[in-house]
């Protein structure tokens, strides 16, 4: 770990993202975004990038799965170092392998055997329970609960509030509506909304 990093993105998520950096350790935090609307005082554009690979970890603060996942894959490309964010006051078993570049926020519990990917996000006081498998840029929302064994696939956004069932796979790119409930194998992409979750066209 580095002193300093730079956080890619300066929107609400990465204030979240920028005060667990601090409680973490980091000395000092330099902010990078392509948006004239940026939420704090950035140093450049995400063209800036190359000048801080060697000498900053990197973390990608975007709440779009499919755009965090580029931005991942540029700073690989570029040999930059990911740093991997913790909350101190969330729970994490030592026996949960987390990947880099993702984010365990606040009070959220990661049980034993749980295995979370690249550039995920974790967020406010969701729960992932034992045996569980994350996959690269998925995000949790504020607040859901996945029970054991749960898969859930690359880029799937789990909605604030929702909960799937023991032994649930969910599918890749999909998108679970806030408050719904998974009760049964989502096997292809979609919007699943309500109690029980079913797909929306």
């Known amino acids: 770990m580095k002193e300093d990093i730079v956080i890619v993105g ?3 998520h990465s204030l979240v993202c920028a005060e667990i950096a601090k409680l973490v350790g980091y000395k000092n935090i330099i902010f990078l975004d392509d948006s004239p609307n940026a939420l704090v005082d950035v140093s450049g554009t995400t063209e800036n990038l190359p000048l801080f690979i060697d000498k900053y970890d990197i973390f990608v603060a975007i709440g779009d799965n499919s755009v965090r996942e580029s931005f991942i ?3 690989i490309s570029l040999n930059g170092t990911l740093a991997t964010l913790i909350h101190p006051k969330s729970v994490v078993s030592e026996t949960a392998e987390i990947g880099v570049g993702t984010v365990v926020m606040a009070g959220s519990v990661i049980n034993p055997k749980v295995v979370v990917g690249k550039g995920v996000i974790v967020n406010t006081c969701s ?3 034992h045996n569980s498998n994350l996959k ?5 929302s504020v607040g859901a609960h996945l029970a ?5 696939g690359e880029r799937t956004f789990v909605g604030a509030g929702s909960t799937v069932i023991n032994n649930i796979k969910i599918h890749s790119d999909t998108i679970i509506g806030a408050g719904a409930v998974v009760v049964s194998e989502i096997e292809e992409k979609g919007t ?3 109690v029980p979750a079913r797909r929306i066209k």
Do not use: Q, R, T
């Open 136 to 140: 690269n840029y998925c995000h949790i």
């Open 192 to 194: 699943f909304i309500g």
């Open 73 to 75: 894959k540029k700073i």
């Open 127 to 129: 729960s992932v329970d």
């Open 10 to 12: 300066a929107g609400g």
């Open 148 to 152: 054991g064994n749960v898969v859930i």
